[in-house]
C-alpha cells in the first residue's frame, strides 16, 4: 500500500487566480478561432458533454500573452498568504505542479521564486498533468512530517490557452485531428496556491490526514501528451529541426478520447482497494470534491462508486467545472479554494478529494478533516541555509578568522538576498532597466563613492597603537579609490546626465544615513570595526555588480565606456577583498574577540543602510 498518512500537516489557507474576464461559450471563438469548417460542429458536440459554461483565457483576443504561467502562480499566492496574515519570508518550501510552466528549463518552482522576487528557500519542482499538484502536495506534505520545514506553499498554474490560439495551427493548414481538435473546447487557465503548515491556523484548517498516488503508466499507452508526432512515437527532439516537428504536430496537445473510460475504471478499483484496506470510510465523507474533465463523466464516477457498494450521496458532492472549467494540475487547489469560500465546515467533517490524471494514467486521492480553529499564534521567521563567504571559512587556520568569516558570511547572505529583490535590482533583473533609472542610481552613488576614501582616511588616523599596523594598508586602499567618484561621475554625464558637476549631486536619505554612520565610526574610539562596512561595500563590487552589468549593458544597449566604473570594480574588488583579509588578521591579533564583534556588528549595520540607500534610489 501506497497511501500516506499524516500526524501534523494542515492547509491553513488556500488562494486562486483567474486570468481576465469570464469567458462564456458564446464568446470562446474571440479568443479561440475556428479551425476549419467542421469547428463548429466539434465546438457544440464537446460544449454539450463536458457541461462547462463560462471558463478564463490568459490569452487576449488577439492571442498575445496577458498572464504568464508564473505570473498567475504569483497572484494566487499572494491572495492565499493575504488570508493567512502570512508572508514570504515564512515560507522555507516552495513546491509546484504544472503541465507546462513558461520555459523547459529552469524549473517551474525555480521560476515562480525568481517572479515572488521571494527570499532564499528549498524549492521543489513537479510536471505532469492533473496530479502534478497533488504530487507537489505530497513533496511538501513529507518534508513538514520529517521536519525538514515548517511552512510550504505548493503552487499550481495552468495556462493551456497559448497552446490552442489559431497562430499556433498555421502549419497544419488549420485541418488537425479530432485528438487535438477536442481539448481546444476543454481546457482553461487559473492558478491555485495552498499554504501548509506544521501547526493549525486560522479558523478552518484542514488536517491533510492520508494522501494516496499511484500510477498505471506501465499498463496503459500515453493517453494524453505535448511532445509526440500524432501518427508515431518520435519525440519533437527527434526531428532534424523544430519547424518539422511542429509540421508533424508533435507540439499540439492531444488526448486520446478513446482510452478515458479505462481511467476511471483504474480509479475506482484503487478506491475499492483502498477502502478494503481501511484507508478510507465512504460512509464518514462528509463532502466529496471530484475532478473530471467532462460533466458526463460524472455519471461514470457516479456509477463505478454505485457499483461498489460504496455511494457518495449526490448532495455531499462539490464541483466547479461549470463556472471555472478544467484548469488540469490547478483544478483541485482552485476547487477546494471555491469551497472553503462557500461552505460553513465544522470541525471533525472530513473532505475526500479524488483527481484522476489522463497523462498516462495516475490517481490521486485526498483526505482532510476540519481541525478546531487555531489559536491566534505567531511563526518564527524560517532560518534561511548560508551560501559560502567570499573567503572560505575552513581555509583560515586561525579558529577566530574561521569563526568571524562564518558569521559574517551570515549577515551576507541575507544582505545580497534582500539586495536582490530592492525595486532598482528586480527591475534590473526583470528587464525592466531604463536609462533615468540608470541615472537615478548614479545621482546617489556618486556622492556616495566620494566620500569613501575620505572616511577610510579619517579611520586611519584614528586607530590607536594596538592597530598601527593597519594604518598602511587603509592608506592603500584608500589611495585606490581616492579618484574612483570621477570614474563614476564621467559615465554618468556620457550616459547624459544633466548634473554639470559632482556638487550638485545629493545622496538620498539612504545614502545620507550609511554617510554619516560610516563618518562618526571614523571618528570614534574603535574604527577597526569598519573593516565589516567594507566587506559588504567591497562584495557588492565583487559579488553582485558583476551579475548585473551584463543585463544593464543589454538593456540600454550600453557601449563599455559608460560603464568604466562598474567594470573596473568587478575586475579589481577581489583584490581589494584580499587586501581586507590581511586587515582582519591583523585586527584579531590586535583586538581578540572585541574586534571580530566590531567588525561584525559594523557589517550588519552597514547592510541595513545600503539597503535603505538601494530602496530610495526608485
Same mark, same amino acid.
Given at each position: %500500500?501506497?497511501?500516506?498518512? !499524516?500526524? /501534523?500537516?494542515?492547509? /491553513? +489557507?488556500?488562494?486562486? !487566480?483567474?486570468?481576465?474576464?469570464?469567458?462564456?461559450?458564446?464568446?470562446?471563438d474571440n479568443y479561440i478561432a475556428p479551425l476549419n469548417p467542421g469547428s463548429a460542429r466539434l465546438k457544440r458536440r464537446i460544449l454539450a458533454e463536458n457541461g462547462i459554461q463560462q471558463r478564463y483565457y490568459s490569452i487576449s483576443t488577439d492571442g498575445k500573452t496577458r498572464f504568464s504561467a508564473a505570473q498567475m502562480a504569483a497572484n494566487?499566492?499572494?491572495?492565499? #498568504?493575504?488570508?493567512?496574515?502570512?508572508?514570504?519570508?515564512?515560507?522555507?518550501? $516552495?513546491?509546484? *505542479?504544472?503541465?507546462?510552466?513558461?520555459?523547459?528549463?529552469?524549473? !517551474?518552482?525555480?521560476m515562480l521564486q525568481g517572479e515572488l522576487t521571494a527570499p532564499p528557500m528549498m524549492v521543489s519542482s513537479h510536471s505532469g498533468v492533473c496530479t502534478?499538484?497533488?504530487v507537489a502536495l505530497q513533496h511538501a506534505a513529507m518534508a513538514l512530517e520529517c521536519r525538514r520545514a515548517q511552512r510550504a506553499l505548493v503552487a499550481t498554474s495552468e495556462a493551456s490557452s497559448r497552446l490552442f490560439k489559431r497562430s499556433r495551427f498555421a502549419s497544419q493548414g488549420y485541418d488537425i485531428d479530432f485528438d487535438a481538435h477536442f481539448l481546444r473546447w476543454m481546457l482553461s487557465d487559473a492558478a491555485g496556491a495552498w499554504l501548509v503548515e506544521t501547526t493549525p491556523r486560522g479558523d478552518h484548517p484542514l488536517k491533510l490526514l492520508k494522501l494516496h498516488l499511484r500510477s498505471f503508466s506501465g499498463d496503459y499507452p500515453v493517453c %494524453?501528451?505535448? *511532445?509526440l508526432s500524432a501518427n508515431s512515437n518520435e519525440s519533437y527532439l527527434d526531428y532534424p529541426s523544430f519547424a518539422e516537428a511542429e509540421q508533424a504536430g508533435a507540439y499540439a496537445l492531444r488526448q486520446n478520447i478513446r482510452l478515458l473510460p479505462n481511467l476511471f475504471d483504474v480509479s475506482i478499483h484503487e478506491y475499492v482497494r483502498l477502502v478494503q484496506a481501511g484507508w478510507n470510510d465512504s460512509g464518514r465523507i462528509d463532502y466529496f470534491l471530484c475532478h473530471y474533465s467532462s460533466q458526463r463523466f460524472a455519471g461514470v464516477v457516479r456509477e463505478l462508486l454505485d457499483k461498489a457498494g460504496l455511494t457518495i450521496p449526490d448532495e455531499r458532492w462539490y464541483n466547479n467545472l461549470q463556472t471555472r472549467g478544467n484548469t488540469g494540475a490547478s483544478s483541485i487547489f482552485v476547487m477546494l479554494d471555491d469551497f472553503m469560500r462557500t461552505h460553513e465546515v465544522k470541525p471533525g467533517e472530513r473532505i475526500f478529494c479524488f483527481v484522476p490524471e489522463s497523462g498516462r494514467f495516475t490517481v490521486g486521492y485526498l483526505l482532510f478533516e476540519v481541525a478546531p480553529p487555531a489559536e491566534k499564534n505567531t511563526h518564527p521567521s524560517a532560518t534561511a541555509a548560508l551560501v559560502p563567504p567570499p573567503h572560505d571559512p575552513n581555509a583560515a587556520t586561525n579558529p577566530a578568522m574561521r569563526t568571524l568569516l562564518r558569521e559574517l558570511a551570515e549577515v551576507w547572505h541575507d544582505y545580497r538576498s534582500r539586495a536582490w529583490r530592492t525595486p532598482l535590482v528586480s527591475r534590473i533583473v526583470r528587464g525592466g532597466l531604463q536609462r533615468e533609472h540608470m541615472l537615478s542610481w548614479m545621482e546617489d552613488w556618486i556622492p556616495q563613492v566620494q566620500q569613501g576614501s575620505r572616511w577610510m582616511r579619517k579611520a586611519a588616523a584614528s586607530l590607536s597603537a594596538p592597530y598601527s599596523k593597519l594604518r598602511e594598508l587603509i592608506e592603500i586602499h584608500a589611495g585606490d579609490e581616492q579618484y574612483d567618484f570621477r570614474i563614476l561621475f564621467d559615465d554618468y554625464q556620457r550616459l547624459g546626465g544633466s548634473a554639470s558637476s559632482i556638487d550638485a549631486l545629493? =545622496?538620498?536619505?539612504?545614502?545620507? +544615513?550609511?554617510?554619516?554612520? #560610516?563618518?562618526a565610526r571614523a571618528e570614534g574610539a574603535?574604527?577597526? *570595526? #569598519?573593516?565589516?562596512?567594507?566587506?559588504?561595500?567591497? *562584495?557588492?563590487?565583487?559579488?553582485?555588480?558583476?551579475?548585473?552589468?551584463?543585463?544593464? =549593458?543589454?538593456?540600454?544597449? $550600453?557601449?563599455?565606456e559608460t560603464t568604466k566604473f562598474l567594470h573596473y570594480h568587478g575586475e579589481n574588488d577581489v583584490n581589494h577583498l584580499a587586501r581586507w583579509l590581511s586587515c582582519v588578521e591583523i585586527a584579531l591579533e590586535a583586538g581578540g574577540e572585541a574586534a571580530a564583534q566590531d567588525i561584525l556588528a559594523t557589517a550588519r549595520t552597514t547592510a541595513q543602510l545600503y539597503l535603505m540607500q538601494l530602496e530610495a534610489v526608485l
Open positions: %500500500m501506497s497511501a500516506a498518512a !499524516f500526524q /501534523n500537516v494542515y492547509v /491553513n +489557507a488556500t488562494g486562486a !487566480f483567474y486570468p481576465g474576464e469570464p469567458v462564456d461559450n458564446d464568446h470562446i494566487a499566492i499572494h491572495t492565499c #498568504l493575504a488570508q493567512a496574515g502570512a508572508t514570504l519570508a515564512d515560507i522555507d518550501l $516552495l513546491c509546484t *505542479g504544472t503541465s507546462g510552466g513558461d520555459t523547459t528549463l529552469p524549473g !517551474f518552482a525555480n502534478a499538484g497533488v %494524453m501528451q505535448v *511532445g545629493r =545622496r538620498n536619505p539612504g545614502g545620507e +544615513a550609511l554617510n554619516a554612520y #560610516l563618518h574603535s574604527p577597526q *570595526g #569598519l573593516l565589516g562596512a567594507v566587506y559588504i561595500i567591497e *562584495g557588492t563590487g565583487q559579488r553582485i555588480v558583476p551579475t548585473l552589468l551584463p543585463e544593464i =549593458r543589454r538593456q540600454l544597449a $550600453l557601449p563599455i
